[in-house]
């Protein structure tokens, strides 16, 4: 069976449909960080550096292992640049 197959399969189950949805914020933090990391041609150690913090959190956050505080992901974001952009929807 292929991934996409067996995706197929799992979504049909409602309590897996709602844990992918709840870890999908966790999920987006970890893609931006990977992303930005591949785009500026980063390992994990320098983007640690850049953000002065260790090795192993950059590789937490990005297998989704941990949460980020906020104050973290301005720090992340203001190390780009760019300013950290937080919104709820739903509400």
Do not use: C
């Amino acid at each position: 069976m292929n991934w996409k197959t067996h995706k197929k399969q799992l979504l049909k189950d409602h309590k897996f449909r709602r844990a992918v949805a709840e870890a999908k914020p966790e999920y987006e933090i970890a893609r931006a960080f990977v992303s930005a990391r591949i785009k500026y041609k980063l390992t994990q150690k320098q983007l640690a550096r850049k953000l002065k913090t260790a090795q192993s959190v950059v590789s937490r956050i990005e297998n989704a292992r941990t949460t980020a505080s906020v104050s973290f992901l301005k720090r992340f974001a203001a190390a780009f640049g760019g300013r950290l952009k937080i919104g709820f929807e739903g509400i």
